[in-house]
């Protein structure tokens, strides 16, 4: 098959500042028109909040990184000349993806992701205190083995061969860090809730009968390739389970890659504030790489020389 054509990737949510979120939700014209949008949707300011908090999962930061990934694949789909076949998203990068791929519009997934924090919120506060997800780095598959021997855990996540996200009860985590990097791996963002996890069933359960059985979803107009099991989405209805099972099933990228090459797609666009994608070897293997980061747009430009007559 030749491998001519495009989609559209939009990251999870790591580490995500909210104050460089409400920054571009202001300067970029397309991500200002999107936040109209938002903020009609939620009858409230979304800027006030990102001014206060800091890089907490909150529902603000949540819509506003959704908003963000959006915007940067609207601009740099434009630039580039780029024509998706297929989109796709890692972690919460799926939601900017079901909107993307014509699922449920703007104002829909934001009451949806206003609706989802919040309960998140209250349902962390007291139950499952004790579990987080920790993201691991240059950490081959037999090695984790080894290292996770003796330790309650669950695979949220595998994101390369040597990326991989893991749930256990914090009063292990330090033995686990400790083990990945006597092992010559790395220990990056360590997400508090945990998330991906099939603990996590009570959670989703109360999310179906509380959030989302309120929303409908539309047949998508381009596939949206599932990050849990590589498979296109096709229907509303799996749209819908998409997100809503995202809660217990962990993040299988390469899947999803490998899913993108079956469908022709040769360049692939990763649109969004992005801390791991583009840097995963298994995904500029596969795909050519074009990227689209909140950074770049508020990258201060140069300003230009002005001309002195002789």
């Known amino acids: 098959m030749d491998n001519s054509a495009d989609a559209v990737l939009f990251p999870g949510m790591g580490p995500a500042r909210a104050g460089e979120l409400g920054r571009f939700l202001v300067v970029d014209p397309r991500a200002r028109r999107l936040l109209g949008i938002a903020e009609r949707a939620l009858g409230r300011s979304l800027l006030d ?33 780029l024509t998706p076949v297929a989109v796709g998203g890692a972690s919460f990068g799926e939601r900017a993806a079901v909107v993307r791929g014509g699922a449920l519009p703007l104002d829909e997934l934001v009451r949806l992701v ?52 893991v749930t256990l009860r914090e009063s292990t985590l330090d033995e686990f860090v400790r083990r990945v990097r006597a092992a010559g791996g790395y220990a990056l963002t360590t997400m508090r809730p945990a998330a991906h996890a099939r603990a996590l069933g009570g959670l989703r359960d109360r999310l179906a009968e509380e959030v989302f059985g309120s929303f409908g979803f539309s047949d998508p107009v381009l596939p949206i390739v599932s990050d ?26 390469p899947e ?48 230009p020389r002005l001309a002195v007559a002789a």
């Open 49 to 81: 909040p990102l001014a206060r908090e800091g890089e907490e999962y909150t529902e603000h930061t949540q819509i506003a990184f959704a908003l963000a990934s959006l915007a940067l694949a609207e601009r740099a789909e434009a630039e580039h000349g």
């Open 114 to 165: 206003d609706g989802v924090a919040r309960l998140e919120r209250s349902y962390f506060e007291t139950t499952h205190r004790d579990l987080v997800s920790q993201f691991v780095y240059r950490t081959p598959e037999a090695a984790l083995e080894e290292i996770l021997d003796g330790i309650e855990h669950e695979r949220s996540g595998r994101f390369d061969d040597e990326v991989h996200l």
């Open 228 to 253: 849990q099991d590589g498979e296109p989405v096709r229907t509303g209805d799996e749209a819908k389970s998409l997100l809503l099972e995202s809660t217990v099933n962990a993040v299988r990228l």
């Open 256 to 303: 999803l890659v490998h899913r993108f090459a079956r469908l022709g797609v040769g360049r692939v666009l990763v649109a969004g504030p992005d801390h791991l994608l583009h840097r995963l070897p298994g995904l500029k293997a596969a795909v050519t790489l074009v990227c689209a980061d909140v950074k770049d747009v508020l990258k201060p430009q140069p300003r």
